[in-house]
């Protein structure tokens, strides 16, 4: 583990995960967390990629209250210019 965050073991059901995406974590329908996935790893592997279908380990950098049932979305933020 970490010395700073948790490591989440993870099953992606739908897309892919890829280290340095910003995620939010949601439990029963509410946000607790946001934050960026440091590091990923398939088995004893570091991965940059995961994709669905497959498990993961994935590791936060200041997150340890993880729960069985929390689900992982990820996320982009883009910055629009108005014309």
């Known amino acids: 583990m970490p010395k700073l965050g948790g490591i ?3 099953y992606v059901r739908t897309g892919q995960i890829t280290r340095g995406t910003k995620v939010r974590f949601i ?3 509410v946000i607790i ?3 960026a ?3 990923l790893r398939r088995f004893k592997d570091d991965v940059r990629e995961v994709r669905e279908g497959f498990e993961c380990g994935i590791g936060l950098s200041d ?3 993880l729960k069985p049932g ?3 979305e990820t996320f982009e933020e883009k910055l ?4």
């Open 8 to 10: 989440a073991g993870c």
């Open 27 to 29: 439990r029963e329908g």
């Open 33 to 35: 967390w946001k934050g």
């Open 37 to 39: 996935i440091t590091s």
């Open 63 to 65: 997150f340890q209250d």
């Open 70 to 72: 929390d689900l992982i």
């Open 80 to 83: 629009v210019v108005r014309t």
